[in-house]
C-alpha cells in the first residue's frame, strides 16, 4: 500500500529547477532511501514533502491527505529529522526536548513520558541535565532525531543524519533507524553517503540535478551496470592528460578522479587492467594500490552520470 505520493511535483527558484517533475510512491513500512549529492535538490524535496515550502507544481498526498489542503493534519504524522541542528543551545537536553513536545501539543505527564522515552532512544538519558552546548556534534544529533519522535509519527523524514559526526554517534543513528523501522515506522532517509544507503534501505531513488535518474531495490540497481567492474587506483601524483588516454581505451565507461583516488568503470577488467597500468607508468604516475570491486551503488551513479557522488 503506498503511504506517500508524489506525483509530477517541481521546484524552481526564478530560472533555477530544484525539483523537477518528480514523481514516486513510498510503501507504509518501508525504508526509503534517497541518494545523492550535494546539491541534487534532495533537501528542497523533503521540505516541500514535510510542508515547509510550497511546490511549484504537482500534489503530495500521505495517507490519502493532501499536503496543500490538509496541513495540519499531515505535520501529525510526519516527524522531521532537519540537516541542521534544530536545538537551543543554552537548554538542556531535557528542557529542548520538553519546548519541541509543548509545540507538538503534548503536555503533562505525558509530555515527561515522552521526553523520558526520546532520551532512552537517543541512549542520552545520563545527559538530559546537560545543556546542549556541552555535546558534541554526534550528541547534538542524535537528541535532534528524538525531537522528531517525541510524538510517535508514522513516518519519520531524516535529512542527512549523520553529517560530520563520529563513528559511534553515527552507528547508533543508523542502529536506531533499522530499529525504528523493524517496529513498523515509515522511513525516508536521505544522503550522499552511500555505504549508508545501501545498508540501510530497502527501496532507493537515485537523484541528481533536481531528477529522479533512477529508482529500485539494491539488487534492480545494480542491475544497470550488470557485468560492470569498478577498477579503483590510489595515486600520488596526476597527469591529467593521461586520464583523457584511459577514457579512450576499449571497455573503459566512465572515469573519474578525486584526491588521489581513481575510479574506472569497466566491462571486462582483467582485459583492460595491464593497459591502464602501462599508461599509467608511462606517464610517470606512481600507484599507490589497486583495487578491483563489483558494482555498487557508486558505480550506479557513475555510470548513470558519468560522476562521482562526491563530485
Given at each position: 500500500m503506498s503511504y506517500i505520493q508524489i506525483k509530477s511535483v517541481s521546484k524552481k527558484y526564478g530560472d533555477l529547477t530544484a525539483v523537477d517533475n518528480i514523481s514516486f510512491e513510498i510503501k507504509e513500512g518501508e525504508l526509503f532511501g534517497l541518494l545523492g549529492p550535494n546539491g541534487a535538490g534532495k533537501s528542497t524535496l523533503i521540505s516541500i514533502i514535510t510542508t515547509l515550502i510550497k511546490p511549484s507544481g504537482g500534489q503530495i498526498l500521505v495517507n490519502g491527505l493532501d499536503i496543500k489542503t490538509k496541513q495540519s493534519e499531515v505535520k501529525k504524522i510526519l516527524g522531521l529529522v532537519p540537516q541542521d541542528i534544530a536545538l537551543y543551545p543554552t537548554l538542556t537536553a531535557g528542557e529542548n526536548?520538553?519546548?519541541?513536545?509543548?509545540?507538538?501539543?503534548?503536555?503533562?505527564?505525558?509530555l515527561k513520558e515522552r521526553v523520558k522515552e526520546a532520551l532512552e532512544i537517543a541512549g542520552l538519558s545520563d545527559r538530559a541535565k546537560n545543556r546542549i552546548d556541552s555535546f558534541s556534534g554526534g550528541m547534538k544529533r542524535r537528541i535532534n532525531i528524538a525531537a522528531a519522535?517525541?510524538?510517535?509519527?508514522?513516518?519519520?523524514?531524516?535529512?542527512?543524519?549523520?553529517?560530520g559526526i563520529d563513528p559511534q554517534s553515527r552507528n547508533h543513528i543508523l542502529e536506531t533507524v533499522q530499529k525504528l523501522n523493524k517496529e513498523g515506522m515509515t522511513v525516508i532517509y536521505t544522503s550522499h553517503y552511500m555505504e549508508e544507503i545501501e545498508f540501510l534501505c530497502s527501496y532507493i531513488g537515485i537523484m541528481d540535478h533536481g531528477k529522479i535518474i533512477a529508482m529500485g531495490t539494491k539488487e534492480e540497481l545494480?542491475?544497470?551496470?550488470?557485468?560492470?567492474?569498478v577498477i579503483k587506483i590510489k595515486l600520488t601524483n596526476e597527469n591529467d592528460a593521461v586520464f583523457n588516454t584511459i577514457k579512450k581505451l576499449d571497455n573503459?565507461?566512465?572515469?573519474?578522479?578525486?584526491?588521489?583516488?581513481?575510479?574506472?568503470?569497466?566491462?571486462?577488467?582483467?582485459?583492460?587492467?595491464?593497459?591502464?597500468?602501462?599508461?599509467?607508468?608511462?606517464?610517470?604516475?606512481?600507484?599507490?594500490?589497486?583495487?578491483?570491486?563489483?558494482?555498487?551503488?557508486?558505480?550506479?551513479?557513475?555510470?548513470?552520470?558519468?560522476?562521482?557522488?562526491?563530485?
Open positions: 526536548l520538553a519546548f519541541w513536545g509543548k509545540m507538538y501539543g503534548l503536555g503533562g505527564r505525558l519522535l517525541l510524538h510517535k509519527p508514522k513516518v519519520l523524514i531524516m535529512d542527512e543524519p549523520t553529517v545494480r542491475k544497470l551496470v550488470s557485468n560492470k567492474d573503459v565507461d566512465n572515469i573519474t578522479f578525486i584526491d588521489g583516488d581513481l575510479s574506472i568503470n569497466t566491462g571486462n577488467a582483467d582485459t583492460v587492467l595491464a593497459k591502464i597500468i602501462s599508461t599509467l607508468e608511462n606517464a610517470k604516475c606512481k600507484i599507490q594500490t589497486i583495487n578491483i570491486e563489483q558494482s555498487n551503488l557508486e558505480s550506479v551513479f557513475l555510470h548513470l552520470t558519468g560522476r562521482a557522488l562526491r563530485d
